[in-house]
């Protein structure tokens, strides 16, 4: 079946850091990759997606390249801020059985980032 | 305007009681989603509807029970009600399945007496 691995937390920078998030997955066919945030006390949102190999997911400073070759989604922000303390989820979508029309989305089991002043 | 609405946010209740979670999205979305959220973050699906009709239910036990009365509704009901359940669940909506991307509510933290 589908999986998702990312990087066991937690990852605790300090404020303009360099940030990487590692996610590598397994999947059948060709999955769309997504990065989801869930700050404290909210629900998840989605941050960047790419649906195909080479794609380049942005947004807010975060980027992320679909690298088939690799089948990994790693998360960068060249200068993290305060505000970006969240945790962070890895997810693709794929289908539910082999040949069916019907997808489910699968996390990775999220990565809390805390970005200290 | 709140894009996918849950209610109740909090709900604590004693083991052994039956009790409801409501979800209405206002996005036009075709399908919606239930989803459980453990302690350690860890989220799995649980229940997945298009155009009302069920086309996602993982092994869930059948004491939860899913309904989807129209497209921007999707409740969920719980009996009898175990220690094993508190978690955080969570409703989602998108467009059509694939590449479309979910929309979450906000949770309804779920804590069992």
């Known amino acids: 079946g589908n999986s998702v691995t990312q990087m066991e937390g937690p990852v605790t920078l300090s404020e303009e850091a360099f940030l990487t998030i590692n996610c590598t997955y397994t999947?059948?066919?060709?999955?769309?990759l997504f990065w989801y945030v869930q700050y404290p006390g909210e629900g998840l949102q989605l941050l960047l997606k790419a649906t195909k190999a080479d794609d380049k997911g942005s947004n807010k400073g975060f980027e992320a390249t679909y690298r088939k070759e690799t089948t990994s989604f790693h998360l960068e922000k060249g200068s993290v801020q305060v505000s970006d303390s969240a945790v962070y989820f890895c997810?693709?979508?794929?289908?539910?059985?082999?040949?069916?029309?019907?997808?489910?989305?699968?996390f990775g089991k999220g990565t809390l980032l805390t970005v200290n002043p | 305007d709140t894009a996918v609405s849950q209610t109740p946010k909090y709900l604590v209740t004693q083991m052994g009681n039956d009790k409801s979670i409501k979800c209405e999205q206002n996005?036009?979305?075709?399908?919606m989603y239930w989803y459980k959220q453990d302690s350690k973050k860890f989220l799995k699906i649980m229940f997945s509807?298009?155009?009302?009709?069920?086309?996602i239910n993982e092994t869930v036990p059948n004491r939860f029970s899913p309904k989807s009365p129209d497209k921007a509704h999707l409740n969920l009901h719980i009996n009898s009600l175990e220690l094993g359940d508190s978690a955080v669940y969570f409703c989602?909506?998108?467009?059509?399945?694939?590449?479309?991307?979910?929309?979450f509510g906000d949770g309804t933290r779920l804590s069992i007496l």
């Open positions: 996005l036009g979305h075709d399908t």
């Open positions: 997810a693709l979508t794929g289908v539910v059985n082999s040949g069916g029309s019907n997808y489910k989305l699968t």
């Open positions: 509807y298009n155009n009302k009709e069920l086309i």
């Open positions: 999947a059948t066919g060709y999955p769309s």
């Open positions: 989602a909506s998108s467009r059509g399945q694939g590449s479309h991307p979910q929309h």
